[in-house]
């Protein structure tokens, strides 16, 4: 099972969306996130969220991601469907969709 998530700006005006930004993330990489995050409940918590407001909570998680390799190396799922690596790796996709797109919002499918 995974997280799809788009970063998506809407034009009220032309009653247009469009997506910035979309990928998917494993739940098998919830322990590595709930380890950043303990008070979330779900795997990266940002649906509804602009960028500029994701942004310090994503950031945080990459820097814990880093300063914490070892731990979260421990916390990579053991059959195989993730991984640190990768985790991070869309962490900071996620840093850099919302460093260029601000004012869009997060939405999350499970």
């Not at 940002?46 to 942004?55: E, Y």
């Not at 993730?82 to 869309?90: A, C, K, R, T, V």
Request: proline share 3%; net charge negative.
């Amino acid at each position: 099972m995974s997280l799809y998530l788009m970063l998506e700006s809407y034009c009220s005006t032309c009653d247009i969306s469009q997506i910035k930004y979309e990928g998917s993330v494993t739940y098998n990489l919830s322990s590595m996130w709930r380890a950043i995050h303990p008070g979330d409940d779900v795997l990266i918590k940002i649906d509804g969220m602009t960028g500029r407001d994701a942004l310090p909570k994503i950031q945080h998680a990459i820097e814990q991601m880093v300063s914490e390799r070892d731990c979260m190396l421990e916390l990579q799922p053991i059959n195989g469907w993730g991984s640190y690596d990768g985790f991070l790796g869309l962490l900071r996709n996620l840093r850099a969709a919302c460093e260029d797109n601000l004012e869009c919002v997060w939405r999350a499918d499970r």
